[in-house]
């Protein structure tokens, strides 16, 4: 894991938009997110993480098409680049190494 | 049709926040609102459905509140794809004080100055030069300013003082009577110390046989604390005992070189011992106490038994300054309703006089002792700091003369730099980036100035220490001085940068690149403003000092009665009293002396002044008139060399000339006396007949009235010996025949003489600074206001160049071309002129009505000062002129 870092939140919304593939846009992210976190989620940091995400190079966005709903506005659609799914695919290595090392003894209050 | 259905709700959808929205669409930037709009918008209407749209309305309101988030707002967009870290940012659109811009400005406007080599010199020599006199004056304003406050006791210390009323005229005095300190001391609560003090005189200081003459002041011992002296070395309080002296560093180390003073003993004016109790930091210059040594207040009755005798309960002499401290959170006006009265409520035995004179004691702070010290009619009128106004005032006219000339310069090269701005426009530069490319460009000008400048005042300031006598320095350490210069160096920059940056930036690009501006006529109007704006300034300061000038010569030549030249005062003493008469024999003898003579004040000054005359006809109320007075002996008249009007000098003939006195005719004009000579006057009760009549001397200010004197015999009243060198013997063969008499009988002083000419031209030296500073500021603003005339003369001559081929072609002279261009500036500084000569006019008669002996001012000056001016700017356009009229014209009508 070189390069680029992936904080929590950033790799949390990456997966989210890989999710959504296709229709993954802001207001869909907040809602995935904020449904399967249980916890409230704000436009903006979701927002901003996104820009992020962009100027690293993990997604790239596309105008996609508008609606009543949006004031005719149209929504900006994400995707993961191979970059992002790079990453992803690293992070999850990383983890799943993580699981596979710990003892059985390390959890459930140990062997007596 | 039902009602419901033909009027719909007109909020039948309901709609976000409209404030909100509003402020989404100023804020947000414009690359990110549609879909952050959008966004807002879906998830609201989301919300509605879900929650109710009041909820909905709450939460828009929230989310938008969160999205203010710097990233979010006027961002400019990170193009999509981009590679990292690239220096080539897209910088057209950015804000104009963005780094890399600063960056982009800063280089071009040293590319600018580089290639107009002359052109930068101008600017930044004439501005540097203003700078440099702007940071000279303020830092003479802020000595002045700052004096006195090293003082920790700085707001709580006051001086006493005292109104009087004599002869209809209210006056102000600092001397008051000896008995004041402890009369103030024991019965007013309001005061933490009191401490009172002579004037000071200077003293002979002897240790073994090396004689000193040092400059101090007896002194109550709350001095100390009061003026938060800083002991060095010795006793806490030094002054207690009243054998005991007091040292400044300077001054110890001049004594004792480098043994430690504390312990040891000196003589001073060879009749006490005093042993050095304790050394003092010397004030800094810009202090009003001044002093080499102190000397404890009680050590004065015990030199003089007529202290003792005659002051320590009178009351109706005032020769002594008093101080105080209040203290903490007592008001002065408190304390001066408390004391008002001090000296009235003990001079009740005399009620008529004290009537009239109505003293009234009040305290004055340390804070306008040096600035607002003058008294008129019992009212404060300020004091000298009408002239640190003044200097403000031309270093703020200095400055704006070389900004002017800065805004000149730059605005007259406008059409050279209009293709820049043009070029720059057309590839998409905003007016603010142009302004900012501008301003920059003025504010590295600014700070290249700045930096001569700072060169300039460290090289000049030795020589404005020595001009204005002080010690100034720069305070390089201080944060505050370069707080002061970067804010100035800035203000200055923006102000000379302000209307070039925003007159060219506001250049139309489709016209300059179309054919070039003409900027023309109306461009060139503001600029002929400018120029007549700083003419006018130079040409009131060149008025100014000619009249100061005048004045003071006027003032230098002013008769004054007696001859200066080959007089001395040597400072009497005991034992010069003891032995006069030998002294006067020997001093005879050696042929170099014509005459000797005692008197109460060396001959440029008249320290006494009295009351109590009456004569023939004077009403009770004329006993408060105030006489000057002379104390004098035999051979007054003669040693000074005065031409008596009438009757004779004080003779050993007479006996009873030692109850004489002679008057100046003011004073026989103040008593209305017919035949003076042979009336009996009274003073204080006493009679005094009239022996001789002198014409009006002039021993005081060479710029005031002469003030009505009375010549008393005095046996004893001596403070000087006079003596009259003879004219047939050089003044340094006859000091050095003189020098060891006065050794012989005045042990225990060096000899210390002074010239009285040399003691006269003194009188000038506070108009001759005032006269040399404005001489050399409003030299400076000439110069200064020269250099931008050379600067644009030479830009209308380059400007010109075709227009004067051409007339060359057709047969002009060099002398047709000359007046071409040299008549516009001919005119601006007849106009600044007209402008300058009313203003000139009316602030020099406000200076000159503070003296009474004074000029008139003169139609012929401003005629000087005309000629003078367009006699320099025919100089300086002249040599542009002529070089343009020179040109072949072949040379400048090939075209490009």
């Not at chain 2, 000419?757 to 020269?786: M, P, R």
């Not at chain 2, 160049?801 to 516009?824: F, H, M, P, Q, Y």
Request: glycine share 6%; with cysteine.
């Amino acid at each position: 894991m070189k390069g680029t870092q992936l904080g929590e939140f950033e790799e949390l919304i990456l997966l989210t938009i890989a999710l959504l593939y296709d229709d993954a846009y802001s207001v869909a992210v907040v809602e995935e997110l904020a449904q399967r976190l249980e916890r409230p989620m704000s436009l903006g940091a979701v927002h901003r993480t996104m820009q992020r995400l962009e100027e690293k190079g993990l997604v790239q966005s596309r105008f996609g098409e508008s609606t009543a709903e949006r004031g005719g506005r149209r929504k900006r659609l994400f995707t993961v680049t191979t970059a992002g799914e790079q990453i992803l695919q690293e992070a999850r290595k990383v983890r799943n190494d993580l699981w596979a090392g710990i003892s059985k003894a390390a959890f459930g209050g140990g062997v007596v | 049709m039902n009602e419901e259905q033909s009027t719909p709700k007109r909020d039948a959808i309901p709609r976000p926040p409209r404030w909100a929205q509003y402020l989404m669409e100023r804020i947000t930037a414009s690359h990110l609102y549609e879909e952050l709009a959008g966004d807002l918008d879906e998830l609201f209407h989301k919300r509605g459905r879900r929650y109710g749209y009041t909820k909905a309305r709450l939460l828009y309101v929230w989310d938008f509140l969160l999205l203010l988030h710097p990233r979010l707002w006027r961002r400019e967009p990170t193009p999509y794809f981009k590679p990292r870290h690239t220096r080539y940012n897209d910088i057209s659109k950015t804000f104009f004080f963005h780094p890399t811009m600063i960056r982009n400005y800063l280089k071009i406007a040293f590319r600018n100055l580089l290639k107009n080599k002359s052109y930068s010199a101008i600017n930044i020599g004439g501005l540097a030069v203003g700078m440099a006199v702007a940071m000279l004056i303020g830092i003479w304003i802020t000595d002045e300013v700052s004096a006195n406050k090293h003082h920790k006791n700085y707001e709580t210390l006051y001086q006493v003082k005292m109104h009087q009323t004599f002869d209809g005229r209210r006056g102000t005095q600092d001397a008051l009577p000896f008995p004041m300190g402890d009369e103030l001391k024991a019965k007013y609560p309001d005061f933490k110390a009191v401490a009172m003090c002579d004037w000071g005189s200077n003293r002979s200081l002897v240790v073994g046989n090396q004689k000193f003459l040092k400059d101090g002041h007896f002194i109550g011992q709350d001095a100390i604390d009061m003026f938060s002296l800083n002991i060095l070395n010795g006793d806490k309080q030094p002054l207690k005992e009243p054998y005991s002296i007091v040292l400044t560093d300077e001054t110890a180390h001049a004594i004792f070189g480098n043994q430690d003073p504390i312990g040891k003993m000196l003589k001073l004016d060879n009749t006490v011992d005093l042993k050095v109790t304790a050394v003092v930091t010397k004030q800094p210059k810009n202090a009003t106490l001044q002093f080499d040594y102190l000397l404890p207040w009680h050590l004065q009755e015990k030199m003089y038994d007529w202290i003792a005798k005659f002051h320590k309960t009178n009351w109706g002499n005032n020769s002594w300054a008093t101080y105080v401290q209040l203290k903490d959170g007592i008001s002065p006006e408190q304390t001066n309703a408390k004391i008002k009265n001090v000296v009235l409520s003990h001079l009740s035995d005399n009620a008529n006089t004290v009537k009239l004179i109505k003293p009234e004691v009040f305290i004055h702070p340390m804070a306008k002792w040096r600035l607002y010290s003058d008294f008129e009619e019992g009212k404060n009128t300020g004091g000298f700091i009408k002239y640190v106004r003044l200097f403000g005032i031309f270093g703020l006219f200095i400055l704006v003369i070389a900004c002017i000339n800065f805004m000149n310069l730059s605005t007259a090269r406008s059409e050279k730099r209009a293709k820049e701005v043009g070029v720059r426009k057309a590839v998409g530069s905003g007016r603010e980036q142009l302004i900012g490319q501008f301003l920059s460009e003025s504010i590295l000008i600014a700070t290249m100035a700045l930096v001569l400048a700072l060169v300039i005042v460290l090289i000049s300031l030795p020589y404005f220490n020595t001009l204005t006598e002080k010690t100034m320095a720069i305070q390089f350490d201080s944060p505050i001085f370069w707080v002061v210069t970067l804010v100035f160096t800035l203000f200055t920059g923006l102000l000379a940068g302000s209307y070039p940056a925003l007159y060219l930036s506001s250049f139309n690009p489709v016209k300059i690149l179309k054919g070039g501006v003409h900027v023309g006529k109306s461009a060139s109007l503001p600029r002929k403003v400018l120029v007549v704006v700083q003419f006018t300034f130079s040409i009131v300061l060149m008025i100014g000092t000619i009249i100061i000038y005048q004045q003071i010569q006027h003032g230098k030549n002013r008769p004054i009665g007696f001859n200066n030249s080959g007089l001395i005062s040597v400072n009497s003493s005991k034992d010069l009293i003891e032995h006069f008469d030998a002294l006067r024999n020997e001093l005879l003898a050696t042929g170099a002396v014509t005459s000797i003579c005692k008197s109460n004040s060396p001959p440029t000054q008249i320290w006494s002044n009295n009351n109590g005359w009456e004569w023939k006809g004077s009403t009770p109320e004329e006993k408060s008139v105030v006489f000057s007075t002379i104390a004098t002996n035999f051979d007054y008249i003669n040693t000074i060399g005065i031409k008596l009007k009438e009757g004779r000098d004080f003779s050993r003939d007479f006996t009873t000339d030692s109850s004489g006195v002679i008057l100046n005719e003011a004073a026989v004009k103040r008593m209305s006396l017919k035949h003076p000579v042979g009336e009996i006057l009274k003073w204080n009760g006493k009679a005094r007949k009239v022996v001789g009549v002198i014409p009006d001397i002039m021993m005081e200010s060479p710029y005031r009235a002469i003030s009505p004197l009375t010549i008393v015999f005095e046996k004893d009243w001596v403070s000087f010996v006079c003596v009259r060198i003879n004219p047939s013997v050089a003044s340094s063969v006859a000091i050095k025949k003189i020098a060891p008499i006065f050794d012989k009988y005045n042990p225990g002083f060096p000899f210390d003489y002074k010239f009285s000419d040399t003691e006269y031209a003194k009188k000038f030296s506070y108009e001759e600074l005032i006269g040399n500073l404005s001489a050399i500021i409003s030299l400076l603003a000439v110069f200064i206001s020269c250099l931008g005339l050379f600067g644009l003369a030479s830009f209308m001559a380059e400007q010109r160049t075709k227009e004067i081929g051409i007339r060359k072609v057709l047969g002009a002279s060099v002398a047709n071309v000359w007046r071409l261009l040299s008549k516009d500036f001919v005119q601006l500084v007849i106009i600044s002129c007209l402008v300058a000569s009313p203003i000139a006019w009316y602030a020099m008669s406000q200076w000159l009505k503070d003296y009474t002996y004074k000029i008139d001012i003169q139609f012929g000056v401003f005629l000087m000062v005309l000629i003078m001016a367009l006699a320099i700017t025919l100089l300086t356009v002249s040599y542009q002129a002529i070089k343009a009229a020179l040109l072949n014209p072949v040379k400048s009508l090939k075209s490009e």
